[in-house]
């Protein structure tokens, strides 16, 4: 049904919710997003949050860019 290889590249992308924390039961898009990408053959999903960025933005964006920082260079030394 689809044409395309997707096993072997690693992409990023970025969810951003307005005031609803990964961690709740309500924060359904990341699951469905997850299932989404596992429909098309993408199963190595990580999904994390700047949370909360109604308290403090600014540190909760620099938690969240150190997060993703971590993960690719823990990734990329696996490789």
């Given amino acids: 049904m689809f ?4 096993t072997a590249t ?4 970025v969810y951003i ?3 609803v924390p990964l961690t709740r039961p309500v924060n359904f898009v990341s699951g469905y997003l ?6 098309i053959g993408i199963i190595d999903v990580n999904i994390g949050g700047a ?5 403090d933005a600014r ?8 997060d993703i920082e971590q993960e690719y260079v823990a990734n990329a030394a696996q490789e």
Avoid at 10 to 13: L, M, N, P
């Fill in 51 to 55: 949370d909360p960025m109604n308290v």
């Fill in 3 to 6: 044409n395309f290889d997707v």
């Fill in 34 to 39: 997850t299932q989404v990408f596992a429909f």
């Fill in 17 to 19: 919710a307005g005031g």
């Fill in 59 to 66: 540190a909760s964006f620099v938690r969240a860019r150190s």
């Fill in 10 to 13: 690693r992409k990023a992308g």
